[in-house]
């Protein structure tokens, strides 16, 4: 029997064989072309584009040691209804080489832009060589795309020197410049790790509107999103950003999501507006399925309604098994209301989940079969204990995140110390600020066994240009001794890693309210492999 959530959704039964059928027929829908095919009439032979197709750029994504995927969108109106397409299909040709010029193809072929996923377009490549770089463009009619670079992963297993990846986040168009993309883009990285709010689904913000400034206005309706259509205008409006394009055209990414691609601070069935169940499930699948139609993911990831099996696993070398979490769509509704709240009772309940009980499982099982040096969590929301509020005498969690479910944690934390999982990284989001932190058996005792540290990337732009720190975050600091460092400026991590050692470098911008701002190291921590905790650089 298949293991079943709230709304029904039975995860064993997700990827069915028709499912997987259907999956392989998307894939080999260029079979059904203008000159023939049972659906010919729903073909746009020989188009010819008012605009460059491709204005939403290209992207690759989910790197394995013999491939990835390679994605684009065919709308050369991107603001416009269904992207200034017609409702018809139309044939897009990819090609791969080894060379950025295009010139050593080792693999090409056809697929079809469906108007049923407004003309996006998820090419699996498979059959290359493993930990080398590749190229890709996509050509349709006479119009071809800028190239990109990717990369596979190297074998699973296989001895691996070194890696260097980006985890980055948050990018709220109304709040800054997305110039931290523009220098991801420069640092060709190995892969870059998005983990969420790719958008925010808030209504549109005009200068003046409040005390934050608006950097740039988006264009479109005033209100909150809530349709299909609305999902698809607003990934628009970000993915025509040159900066963001210019980064996804350099690295695959892992992507994932957290709330603001559906509703801030949603849980499971449950939105922040209190909506009926119902009528947010509604929503969610409009929400999922922008989300799948504009992310370089494979089509296993496709939405099934509002549900979607995201969380997967991948393995770097001998060097990093990545376990990239959903903490959205199985976790318990955040207790006593949500919010920073002192005293919350419920926060402690032990049927508490941030997983839920499947990927609770599967998570336990990759930490009893890892042989990774190094092992990762790349997460959405704050593991570590992190009081907000800088009275000693008062403990006043944000309820949104693992704090609000502590029975969540102390099993994770019950796993890693069972299986003796080695080197245990977290990478997180969310929260608009960097953090880094020591993952404490007892969070009340400094001097408990470390299982891990943890990484809490800033945003690249969400929350506008900030500042370095205060009194109240050295207070609360003071507080929760694990946490050794706090910062509130823009920007992205760096991650370099070696069998020996990990070290994080906090990129952080001086302003994102101008296009240039300046770029710069704030601080630098390593972990020494087999040590567990936090040391500067």
């Not at 203008?34 to 790197?63: E, H, K, Q, R, T």
């Not at 549109?204 to 479109?220: C, I, K, S, T």
């Not at 922008?290 to 393995?315: K, N, S, T």
């Not at 941030?354 to 969590?377: C, I, P, S, Y």
Request: proline fraction near 5%; aromatic fraction near 10%.
């Amino acid at each position: 029997m298949g293991h079943r959530f709230g709304n029904g959704f039975d995860i064993d039964h997700f990827a069915t064989l028709d499912r997987r059928a259907l999956l392989r027929g998307l894939g080999a829908s260029a079979l059904v072309t203008a000159g023939g095919g049972l659906f010919a009439g729903s073909v746009w032979a020989n188009p010819v584009f008012a605009a460059y197709p491709f204005a939403l750029g290209i992207a690759s994504g989910d790197p394995a040691a013999d491939g990835f995927v390679i994605w684009t969108k065919i709308a050369p109106r991107p603001l416009e209804p269904n992207g200034g397409m017609p409702r018809k299909a139309v044939e897009v040709d990819w090609a791969v080489a080894t060379d950025e010029r295009m010139r050593q193809v080792v693999q090409k072929g056809r697929t079809m832009a469906h108007p049923e996923l407004g003309h996006s377009v998820h090419v699996e490549i498979g059959g290359l060589e493993a930990g080398r770089d590749y190229f890709y463009q996509f050509t349709i009619g006479g119009e071809r795309s800028r190239v990109g670079r990717t990369r596979t992963l190297p074998a699973a297993g296989a001895p691996l020197g070194q890696l260097r990846f980006a985890v980055a986040g948050c990018q709220r168009y109304e709040d800054g410049h997305f110039t931290a993309w523009r220098h991801i883009a420069g640092e060709r990285f190995d892969f870059v790790y998005h983990y969420g709010d790719y958008i925010y689904e808030y209504r549109l913000l005009r200068p003046g509107e409040r005390a934050l400034p608006v950097v740039r206005v988006m264009p479109g309706e005033p209100d909150e999103i809530y349709t299909l259509n609305d999902y698809r205008h607003r990934y628009a409006i970000y993915k025509s950003d040159p900066d963001l394009q210019a980064a996804h055209a350099s690295a695959p990414f892992l992507m994932s999501y957290d709330d603001h691609e559906v509703d801030n601070n949603w849980a499971g069935d449950r939105s922040e507006e209190n909506t009926p169940p119902e009528l947010f499930l509604l929503r969610r699948a409009a929400a999922f399925q922008a989300w799948y139609e504009h992310m370089p993911v494979r089509r296993a990831l496709m939405p099934r309604g509002p549900d979607i099996l995201a969380y997967r696993r991948f393995a770097v070398g001998d060097l990093l098994s990545f376990n990239l979490l959903d903490t959205r769509l199985f976790r318990s509704d955040q207790p006593c209301g949500d919010g920073v709240k002192p005293n919350c009772r419920e926060a402690f309940n032990t049927d508490r989940t941030m997983l839920g009980a499947t990927q609770e499982r599967w998570l336990h099982d990759g930490f009893m079969e890892t042989k990774a040096r190094w092992n990762v969590l790349g997460q959405q929301v704050i593991v570590m204990r992190n009081d907000r509020d800088p009275d000693p005498a008062v403990f006043a969690p944000s309820l949104d995140k693992w704090d609000g479910a502590v029975a969540a944690r102390d099993r994770l934390f019950a796993a890693v110390e069972e299986t003796k999982l080695a080197n245990l990284v977290v990478l997180t989001g969310d929260i608009h600020n960097n953090w880094a932190g020591e993952l404490k058996k007892n969070f009340d005792d400094e001097k408990s066994a470390t299982l891990g540290v943890e990484f809490v990337a800033t945003s690249i732009t969400s929350g506008g240009d900030g500042f370095d720190t205060n009194d109240t975050f050295r207070a609360l600091m003071t507080q929760d001794p694990h946490i050794k460092f706090f910062n509130n400026q823009r920007g992205y991590m760096r991650h370099v890693v070696t069998p020996q050692r990990w070290q994080a470098d906090y990129q952080v911008l001086d302003k994102v309210s101008v296009p240039d701002g300046r770029l710069s190291t704030r601080r630098s921590f390593v972990v020494e492999s087999g040590s567990g905790g936090l040391l500067d650089a």
